[in-house]
């Protein structure tokens, strides 16, 4: 079994494993993501003998972290032929991914999980509950839609309302620019849906909400970004989007003290258990200030005990400020000196 990247002319022929695993997909919106999104990512494909088998697609996202923007890779279509399920396939595709992805110094990945059993034995967890809403009875009433031109400067304008609505409440996202709205665009028409942009209904018309959707009726929302006055909560945040810590040492620089931490430096020793990026096991020297961290590895224990020791799953969920951190309570005075992120927002899907 040999397992590579597809080369570009080679992607296509992905397409029919795609069409056989994931047969709910309509045919447009195959059609629009083999013409588009294929042409950016990156393809992993297993073979048996010349016959692809197993695949996972990597597409590429520049997400906004605090104050910093990285490249990241949202993982997906990740699928196996039916007759060669039950072989490991999935693991060595993830594995060989995770290891390219460690090389790259992607400091995490993220996915939708169509079951999160299937992920978690890999260390993702859940990152990012997405809020459950819809216009409410102002937003109905007194905002106008427009359907948004491609090919016009309104891509730019609805990515900077996003822009200012989504920092206000998140410090991590996929960042909106106008390409960013040029390839939704396509997206949810692909589907049969569209996306709209909603105006207010006074002598400003000043732009109030994004609404994307799939199908002739709207039934599947995408993106729902909107003035606060407009929209209403439907029901309880649902878990949504899961993700991984990639490059330790990488991802670890956006972690800082908390502004309540009665000193401006501190260091600590961190122990992390990674069963399937090596790299990143062992035990850290965690040095932090209000800006930022670095960690330096401890070669050879020397029988130290350290302050904090999870696996790197565990450390993934705190650190995105999905949970609070697993450790003893006598650690725990020390956990809450350190800032995880606060606020993550992802609703991609491809």
Known sequence: MMIRYLKQEEKIESKALWEKVFDEDSQSFMNYYYSDRVKRNKILAAWAGDRMVAMLHRNPYDVVIRDRLWKTDYIAGVATDPEYRHQGLMKRLLLRCFSDMYVERMGFSFLVPADPAIYRPFDFTYICDLPSQELNEKGLLQLSRRA????????????????????????????????????????????????????????????????????????????????????KETGPQKPSVMGRIIHLEQ???????????????????????????????????????????????????????????MGIGDLTSWLFGYSEPPVPEESMSLAERIRPLSGVFFNEIT
């Open 148 to 231: 948004l031109v491609e090919q016009s400067g309104e891509c730019g304008k609805a990515a900077r309302f996003a822009g200012k609505q989504l920092e206000q409440s998140y410090e991590v996202y996929a960042l909106r620019n106008e390409g960013y709205y040029r390839d939704l665009c396509r997206e949810v028409r692909s589907d049969q849906g569209d996306l709209i942009l909603l105006y207010t209904r006074d002598e400003k018309e000043q732009l109030a909400g994004i609404w994307a959707y799939y199908g002739e009726t709207a039934e599947n929302k995408r993106e729902l970004i909107c003035l606060p006055d407009y929209v």
């Open 251 to 309: 991802f670890i620089s956006v972690i800082c003290l908390t502004e309540s931490c009665p000193v401006d430096e501190m260091e600590l020793l961190l122990e992390v258990k990674d069963g399937f990026i090596p790299q990143n096991a062992g035990i850290y020297r965690w040095k932090l200030d209000r800006k930022g961290s670095v960690l330096v590895r401890v070669e050879g224990d020397g029988g130290l005990k350290p302050h904090l020791s």
